[in-house]
């Protein structure tokens, strides 16, 4: 009687472990964050996990690619858009939870150059002849139709009366880090991308920077997916916090918040 008591318990303790994986499976949170994160939001993942030992997935890509993920039934939690017309969007698809919403960055989109280019200090202003810097080569930026930074491209570059001229040069990437690998490797002789991208990517140089109202607000909006776990809340409040505003703030971007621990 003993003896089968005591495989019984074994038996339990089995089971147990063999559930452990998936319980602790289920308490990943997954974010879906715009690519121009990824080097300031791996270093915030690793701080949260080492506070909670939750740990936290991310998945890298252009906003617009990811909000179209999160409407085809993508498992994420959290969506970090580069703009607030794929947050819009993801909201008229009724997936996110609208009240988690919050601005939580600000950017600025530069002109690079590879960085050995002999292009330097450009003047960007009203009129500048970008068309005729870039030569024979190509300029990259993302997707002006759908990728944020190319939207402002875009965008800054009508205002500034450049874009007519300069648009057969425009190599179109799938990403801001897609547009930033063209110009590191040389395979375009401009880019315009985020200002946090270019100080991560030793291979460029900032050669100029548009003028912030030259394109509507670069605004990251983030907020928690209709089908997050509740553990998101948390991670939610992190972002937020102090030690978020300080990883951020070290990567260039401009925090929109009062941190709130």
Known sequence: MHRLAGLFTAFIILLAGAHAPAAAQDKTITVFAAASMKNALDDI?????????????????????????????????????ADTDWMDYAIGKKNIN????????????VLIAPK??????????????????????KIATGDVKAVPVGKYA???????????????????????????????????????VYSTDAKVEPGVKIVGTFPADSHP??????????????????YLAFLRSTAAKNILEKYGFKFLLSPTT
């Open 154 to 192: 875009r965008a800054a570059l009508e205002k500034l009366g450049s874009w007519q001229a300069a648009e057969p040069k425009f190599a179109m990437a799938d990403s801001v880090r897609a547009a930033l690998t063209l110009v590191a490797r040389g395979e375009a002789v401009l880019g315009i």
């Open 98 to 109: 609208e009240p988690t919403r919050m601005n939580l960055l600000g950017n600025s989109i």
């Open 45 to 81: 993942n690793a701080a949260y996990t080492a506070k909670t030992g939750l740990k936290v997935t991310a998945s890298y890509a252009a906003s617009s690619a990811l909000a179209k993920q999160i409407e085809q039934g993508a498992p994420a939690d959290v969506f970090i858009s």
């Open 217 to 234: 607000a670069i605004i990251y909006p983030v907020a928690a997916t209709t089908t997050a776990k509740p553990e998101t809340t948390d």
């Open 116 to 137: 050995d280019s002999k292009i330097d200090n450009v003047a960007i202003a009203q009129g500048f002849d970008l068309a005729k810097l870039a030569g024979d080569g």
